[in-house]
């Protein structure tokens, strides 16, 4: 400014200068020197330049009663959480598809705890986004609720109504949580109840953090112990574990993308591969990501919750530009059979598809749902339900793909209860269906016969010939020819017939109200 600087604007640009990281060196450095970024620059990263809006920066820790002013202005700006709205990805979709809101904890300040006016703020943006309909980004890191607030009065605090505005938000907007270093109870609530949860390497994230746990007669534990990602993505609480938080900066931006619309279509593999990839052999089994990334584009492909229940594959991806879900079936564990945990990830893929309109594709390659006592042990009977009351209520466009086996109760949860719940079901050339596993069902079905022939040698070759021809009647072509199925075809052509039957099924976002997305 001139000489003539009017003294207000003066007082509020220095004021406004103690915000930024450039007013607090020793703080930045220290982050820094843990090998972590600001929570503005992480924002800075995140959002298109000059696109951000920011709501409550002068904000400061509600202490006066034991802190001085200008102690509170310097070391508590934004009262420890930035947040406003912006625009993410605009390049892809333009200024209107692009709008979302972002916000972030600032571990510098308070170690992240949730202060009085920062509950107050995310207050008021959870109000605003859900006005608008925007998309949220959240970095969530922090060690929940602070208790050295003086300056309102306060019992219990559990009026604050900040997580349940944040919870009335599922299936409204897409909600992607990122994790980096240490995310202990509120904040860990956050992440929680987030559609998806970026988490990098480093990071524990806990319903309690050591505080809470030694003061529950627990024990004292490292805070980096309480839920470290070794623990938390293989039980599936995380989707995605990165390195650190340029990457997990970039990944909130590419998932964030699925849910802003269609691109520009992108370049197709070679389709011809897919005649290869599911071995002739019967009982080798094969990773079926190769399959999901040559059917979307080039490149489009996130997968999810990769270290819970690999038995069952979930993706993100586009075909032609569009964006959907997959859900595939994982032969090299458990057979491809569909555990308790596998029917729960399928399960949340749908209802988080359904809840934002993408379409959904299934490729299928099961013996049916897990047996045996140790799988009855974890519930399976109510969890492997879910999965078909997850597929029964979906209201986006499902497309069916029979790779090798299609088999009992297992494979109709696959594609929504029954081969005709899809807009398309199709089988490749050397599938095989049936009401379940096709030995069992010999052994069962002729039971009598099979115990009337003395020699074990002689009933087991019994065995396998009657299976043989169970196998030869269980052909994919035998099952269209009774219409069981849409068609039998070139695995070549899955690509082209996904994208002509989403373009038949038009615009994919659910009718009517919205329905929330189960946080499990």
Known sequence: MGENEREDLAELLARRALTEDGARAEAVEKRHAAGGRTARENLEDLVDPGSFVEYGRFAIAAQRGRRELEDLIART???GL???TARVNGDLFGAERAACAVLSYDYT???GTQGALGHRKKDRLFELIERMRLPVVFFAEGGGGRPGDTDYPVVSALDTRAFALWAKLSGLVPRIAVVAGRCFAG???IAGCSDLIVATEGSSLGMGGPAMIAGGGLGDVDPDEVGPVGMQAPNGVVDLVVADEVEATATAKRLLAYFQGPTEPGSAPDQSRLRELVPER??????PRPIVETIADEGSVTFLRERFAPEMVTALARIEGRPLGVIANDTRHTAGAVTSDAADKAARLLQLCDAFGLPVVSLVDTPGYMVGPPAEATGLVRHASRLLVAGA??????VAVILRRGYGLGAQAMVGGSLHEPLLTVAWPGAHLGPMGLEGAVRLALRKELEAIEDEGEREQRVRDLTAAAEENAKALNAAALFELDDVIDPADTR???AATLSAAGDARPPG???FVDTW
């Open 496 to 498: 082209g017939l996904i």
């Open 82 to 84: 930035i947040a406003g």
């Open 77 to 79: 700006p934004a009262d």
């Open 282 to 287: 019967k009982r080798r089994a094969y990773d």
């Open 393 to 398: 209520a979906l209201r986006v466009p499902l």
């Open 513 to 515: 109200s919205h329905r």
């Open 109 to 111: 300040v308070l170690a």
């Open 187 to 189: 904040n860990a609530v």
